[in-house]
């Protein structure tokens, strides 16, 4: 599996509030009615924001001859990974299918929400390991990264998925999700690219806002259905951005080298970034600079003058006249069928 580059990433995730405890928690089967696949949000929150496409969104209060605003969001860093907070609308290009957008709203402040998937590797050789690591590392990662209107689930997989909490913008039953997940028996093998897939489908296709999951796993895969190429067609057709921290076995031959090349694959592909971790201490980096991301963006807006094709899913791409810098965000947003 080769390296590929990231050129934007943007992160989809939802996380949710349906704890399990040990002995009690059923796997979450998508379509089957164990947890709603979508929690609606609070109706005064919903009401006041713009509705969106993927982790474009579609200004449908400001149409322009029948046409509706595009809008996303993308974080910008440069060759030494420092983040940049002084950029202006002039310096920008967009692309959509590989053509050039006007710009018409730039913004250097937050302006959709976030919907946030956490998605947790329970396999017997992962649990042990980091459990403590990254309960210790969400609680400040969650009070950075959600603000008012933003929500979260929680999934716990091995050979089933487990969706322990569904959508909620309650930090505390985020908290205790992702704790329970230390409770959940998950023996046999890992369903890593079904879990991915389906919370795409399922729990991320139809929400509104900045789309992102972040994957806790060692990249190791031997249950699933979906291949790799059928998570990104999920994720492109979501509009969903993908980090992933990779936990390799230490004394596993060739965990690191598989690990690394499956998420960086995952990733990049997505728009998102890979965190390989080595020492405990390295999950509190790699959520610190997740959240960096999420909480320093711009949102930019176009009229697209692409002709439109519902269903069909738009390519995304923005450069810079500032040379030197990393964009990462959306690559891609779906259009609606009808």
């Not at 950075?144 to 979260?152: E, H, N, P, V």
Request: net charge positive; aromatic share 8%; proline share 5%.
């Amino acid at each position: 599996m080769r390296p590929l580059r990231c050129l934007l990433y943007f992160v989809v995730a939802a996380l949710a509030c349906a704890p399990a405890a040990r002995g009690q928690s059923s796997p979450w089967r998508p379509g089957h009615g164990h947890v709603p696949a979508i929690a609606p949000r609070q109706a005064e929150a919903f009401a006041s924001q713009e509705a969106s496409v993927g982790h474009a969104e579609a200004d449908r209060l400001a149409p322009r001859g029948g046409c509706e605003m595009v809008k996303f969001a993308f974080t910008v860093r440069d060759k030494k990974n420092r983040l940049v907070l002084d950029l202006a609308k002039e310096e920008l290009r967009v692309f959509e299918d590989g053509t050039e957008q006007r710009i018409e709203y730039f913004s250097p402040e937050l302006t959709l929400p976030l919907n946030l998937g956490l998605l947790i590797d329970l396999s017997r050789s992962q649990r042990r390991r980091m459990t403590a690591a990254v309960h210790n590392a969400t609680e400040p990662f969650f009070r950075r990264a959600l603000r008012k209107g933003d929500q979260a689930f929680v999934i716990g997989f091995g050979n089933e998925s487990y969706l322990v909490s569904d959508f909620t913008d309650s930090r505390e039953n985020l908290l205790q999700a992702v704790r329970k997940t230390s409770e959940i028996s998950a023996s046999g093998g890992t369903r890593l690219y079904d879990t991915i897939e389906e919370a795409c489908r399922e729990k991320l296709a139809t929400e509104r806002g900045r789309k992102v999951l972040i994957v806790i796993t060692d990249g190791e895969d031997n249950s699933s259905m979906k291949t790799r190429e059928e998570v990104l067609e999920a994720a492109t057709r979501a509009g969903a951005v993908i980090y992933v921290i990779c936990t390799p076995q230490p004394t596993a031959v060739g965990s690191l080298a598989r690990g690394t090349a499956v998420s960086r694959y995952i990733s990049e592909q997505s728009g998102g970034r890979a965190f390989t971790i080595v020492v405990e201490k390295d999950f509190a980096d790699a959520f610190n600079e997740i959240a960096e991301d999420l909480v320093n963006q711009y949102t930019v807006g176009y009229y697209s003058t692409n002709p439109p094709r519902p269903g069909s899913v738009r390519k995304l791409r923005i450069e810079s006249t500032r040379k030197g810098l990393r964009f990462f965000g959306p690559r891609s947003y779906p259009l609606p069928k009808s």
